[in-house]
Structures are given as structure tokens and as C-alpha cells.
């Protein structure tokens, strides 16, 4: 049983209430950005709802841990169709979508998981992790022809995806975004 609730502080946001027997959960939802990662997705979707752990959003939505796999991009096994569809009925947005944050089949094989790639330039646009950036084949971005970095130029420390770096603009270090794009080599 679900329940629709209009939000208050924001239109395009609305609260579903999800009755369980025992228990019920709320999600304020989010809609996915431009090309975004499902990691980058997630991540979001637990700042907004002030959840501090990938499991206990796994666990609230019954998904045991596999919300977390796909917010460290582990996706092996590959998402199930019943998997998107649980999560889809929280967040609010469409299977569809939500499948399009995954690597498509041809990127899977050589996806980069562990080092986390950004274009500074696109950053300072719109701060979030573009699924792209994940792909073997991509090493720059084509928009700002820029080649990608792998680490803060400041403090050498990888990106992460759970990271202030997203809200602030700003490597932990002190160095920001605009700075970083200096480091960026022309591609
Ligand atoms: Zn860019
Ligand atoms: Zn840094």
C-alpha cells in the first residue's frame, strides 16, 4: 500500500509513504540528473533523506546490500529488473531511467570502479558524477576537451563518491574545482 503526499518546500519532490506491517518508510524522492551514475544517484538520495549509511537505506528498502554495490559501482550480478523496480517505486523515478545510470553492456567488462574520474569544468557547471567518466573508452571530456582527473591535484587523494566534494565544490584539502580544471591537461 502507498500513500502520495504533495511536498512542502519543493514541487517536484513529493513524499510517498510506504506501510509496511510493521514498519514505514519515507523517501523525500530525486530525480536522476543529465547522465548521471547510480552511485552519484545514491549518494544523493541519502543526503537528502539524512541516511548516513548505503545499508540502511539497502535494508529499509529490502534490498539487503545491494545498494550498496551499486554505490561503490559493483555490478556483478548485474541489477535485475525486480531490484529496479523496488527502488524505483521509493525515489520516484522511472525504471527507465534508473537503468540508464548503469554502464551499458559494452563498458561493463572494462567499467573503472575504484578510481572515481571527474571533469572539473563540468563539475563547476553542475556539481555530480557523470556515469561516462567510468568508461575505459572515455578519458576526456569531449565538451571542454579536458582530459579527466583521477585524483585532487592538491592533495593527490582519490576521488570518492561519498564525498563533501560534491556539496562544497571543494577538495577536502582546500583546493576547488575551478582551481582543479588548471590541472587539466588539453585533449
Ligand atoms: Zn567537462
Ligand atoms: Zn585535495
Known amino acids: ?49 539524512a541516511i548516513s549509511a548505503p545499508s540502511s537505506l539497502s535494508q ?41 545510470a548503469f554502464p551499458p553492456e559494452s563498458e561493463r567488462k572494462k567499467f573503472m570502479a ?17 556515469l561516462k567518466w567510468q568508461f575505459d573508452s572515455v578519458s576526456g571530456c569531449e565538451h571542454h576537451k579536458l582530459r579527466l582527473l583521477s585524483k585532487c591535484p592538491g592533495c593527490e587523494e582519490k576521488f570518492a563518491i561519498a564525498s563533501s566534494l560534491w556539496t562544497d565544490k571543494s577538495c577536502k584539502c582546500g583546493m576547488r574545482l575551478t582551481k582543479m580544471i588548471k590541472h587539466q591537461q588539453r585533449y
Open 114 to 130: 575504484r578510481t572515481i574520474r571527474l571533469c572539473a569544468a563540468c563539475c563547476v557547471q553542475a556539481c555530480y558524477h557523470r
Open 1 to 49: 500500500m502507498s500513500e502520495i503526499i504533495p511536498g512542502e518546500s519543493d514541487l517536484t519532490d513529493y513524499q510517498q509513504t510506504i506501510e509496511d506491517s510493521s514498519e514505514s518508510i519515507s523517501l523525500w524522492q530525486a530525480s536522476l540528473f543529465e547522465n548521471e551514475s547510480i552511485a552519484s544517484y545514491l549518494y544523493r538520495l541519502r543526503l537528502q533523506n
Open 60 to 100: 529499509a528498502l529490502e534490498l539487503g546490500v545491494v545498494l550498496n554495490r551499486w554505490e561503490k559501482f559493483r555490478f556483478n550480478p548485474f541489477p535485475t529488473e525486480t531490484e529496479l523496480q523496488i527502488l524505483s517505486q521509493f525515489c520516484g523515478e522511472s525504471i527507465d531511467k534508473l537503468a540508464e
